[in-house]
């Protein structure tokens, strides 16, 4: 005797029939959907909830859980990044880790980045685990900090749990963790006899999907930065990897990988920065392996350098016997030459972008918040 509430597997089903002809196999199809259908409506009327709210409460919607929600995502400070990305800008609600070697601009990256979501009037904090950070630099890199909180951990639990409390509570826009290759464990569990990155990388198994979870119902972009280690133990293939193992790749959603592409010099002896090639190794949001180049300078994650780069790239400058010309006005004959007509004419500088982001089809130059 079945149970009350399964009253559906009380229907019996038809008992299989001899196929001789094709009549038999259209009268046994029939019986089979005939079945089914009966099977359906006592599970309807018996169950206390209907099929169509299996994925959802009477109290709420898909848009919810984000299905078919449009992703909102805000500038980088790199327009060219922000066309690499597929989104217009990093999505908000979603983990994106940063990594590369040192000395690629990871943390000027993040300081840009804090910077457009402060002209957006959103809120940001900036875990400094490494204890390196200037406030100096920020300034330059044209973050308010005195509308940033900055925060500095001791441990990985005191740093995971900072962190999954500033998504949770919904008033911050972006979260910054620099980095995740800081992260010590505290006296009592180096004790266990296990590798430190074995465990590191159980903690975080626990404390990334929490706060993955946590972000997306917060509308929180926590931005991971990483670095690089070589595995010595790779035989075949690149020994590179990142702390965090394959728990922190599941976890993210956008991947990005810089690396050195060239310096910026003006003569032998003065360099004025460098340029980084921004890959994105993952993007669940977008076609993943496209690449940009962020140039960097003592202004930091520099505009006008980029408008100089994406001018020449993308054909909107006119290339004549005196340099390139833009508007009937002469930038320069090299590209240092436009970058120093640009510096000195901030104005030129947003027509040129402004060309470059109309010139292009795709909308996704186009953030949307």
Known sequence: MAPEGLAWSRQVRPRRL??????DCRIGVARSLLWLQNVRTAMTSSLAFKPEKLWCSSDTSKDSFGWGRQEDSVRSGSLGLDAALGTGGLPTGRLVEIY???DTGKTTLALAATAQFQKKGQPTAYLDVEHKLSKAWAKTSGVNV???????????????RTVLTLVACGEFSLVVVDSLAALVLGSDIEQTGAKPSEQIESVLDRALPRIAAEASKSDTCVLLLNQVRTNYEELFGNPLTTPGGHVLRHACSIRIELARHLSIKRNSDTVLGQISRATITKNTLAPPWQSAKLPFTSRGLDEC??????????GIFCQTARGFEYAGTTLGKTELDVYDTLLHRPELTGQVLAAVRAQSPQSMLTPTT
Request: with cysteine.
């Open 305 to 314: 350098y980029e408008a100089a780069l994406l001018g020449r790239e993308n």
């Open 146 to 160: 005195d509308q940033t909180m900055f925060i500095r951990c001791g441990d990985a639990f005191e740093a995971l």
């Open 18 to 23: 001899l196929i001789r002809t094709e009549k």
């Open 100 to 102: 590369g070697k040192y």
